[in-house]
């Protein structure tokens, strides 16, 4: 039993000189610390590795350390001419620009009524005078398909940036409000209307942001951020004008802005021979 316990209390002794050492401590800090390190970075490597595995059922890979991939590419759509085939196509009334010369307004004026009303979008005809079938110029919602009883079949199209396109002078529509239409999609035939019976069978088209009306000639194969883009001419006021119809209510289309300064020149100087002709017999009744 002694034996015993001198060989117990030798290896306490020893036990107790190996800790009395000044680099034992120092020592078993330094591998605890390693041992924790490297088990922290163990177990963030794993996780990571999990995450960039990830893959959905379609087998799309799935990571939680990138942002959402976002289509920078998409394709943008040009302002088109609103028939299936633009070449079989011809503008057959102008836009009218108030900066234009004078006989570049003259063929951009609509007679109706008895007055000269300055157009404001393009009228299209086809190259051999028969219908044809309208397109939308751009893809976009449908804000307005209905007959107007001087106007044809209206259809009114909503784009991004307050742009609108409309169609007017239209024999049917094929459309509803409401509808998305992509663009070439067909949405009504070329008809006869009230206002402009000098263009025969055509479709009225407009291109409009806020409310403003833009020459669509400039900006055909354009995209519709062109409209904001360009240093486009802002339209006169008299564009904003607008014609009473049959049944005394305000047209709905921006065709009729009857002004002033689009009265023809006959008008204007018969009005002027009349003022001489008054002058001259006011001259000769005097005593």
């Not at 959905?56 to 799935?62: N, P």
């Not at 239209?170 to 949405?187: C, P, S, Y």
């Not at 014609?243 to 002033?260: F, I, L, R, Y």
């Amino acid at each position: 039993m002694r034996e015993e316990e001198k060989k117990r209390t030798s290896q306490g002794s020893k036990f107790q000189q190996f800790f009395r050492k000044k680099w034992v401590f120092p020592a078993i800090y330094l591998v605890s610390a390693a041992v924790i390190l490297t088990a922290v970075l163990w177990y963030q490597a794993i996780r990571n590795n999990d995450a960039n595995d990830l893959s959905t059922d379609d087998g799309t890979d799935v990571s939680y350390n990138e942002d959402q991939s976002v289509e920078v590419n998409q394709s943008v759509e040009n302002f088109k001419m609103p028939a299936i085939d633009p070449d079989a196509v011809k503008v057959v009334t102008n836009f009218y620009d108030f900066n234009a010369s004078e006989k570049e307004q003259e063929t951009a004026l609509v007679f109706h009524n008895n007055t000269y009303h300055p157009n404001q979008g393009i009228d299209i005809a086809s190259n051999d005078g028969k219908a044809f079938e309208v397109t939308a110029s751009l893809s976009g919602t449908v804000a307005k398909a209905e007959k107007d009883s001087l106007l044809g079949y209206v259809v009114e199209i909503e784009h991004e940036n307050g742009v609108k396109t409309i169609y007017q002078s239209l024999a049917d529509t094929k459309v509803q409000v409401g509808d998305k239409v992509k663009q070439g999609e067909i949405i009504g035939q070329a008809g006869k209307n009230q206002f402009n019976k000098d263009a025969g069978v055509h479709v009225h088209f407009e291109i409009r942001k806020d409310g403003k009306a833009y020459n669509p000639l400039n900006y055909m194969d354009e995209p519709l951020t062109s409209l904001t883009e360009k240093s486009v001419e802002e339209p006169s006021d008299g564009a904003a004008q607008k014609e009473d119809n049959k049944d005394g209510e305000e047209a709905t289309s921006d065709e009729t802005a009857p002004s002033d300064e689009t009265q023809p020149d006959e008008e204007q100087s018969q009005s002027k021979e009349n003022s001489e002709q008054e002058k001259s017999d006011n001259s000769t009744t005097k005593p």
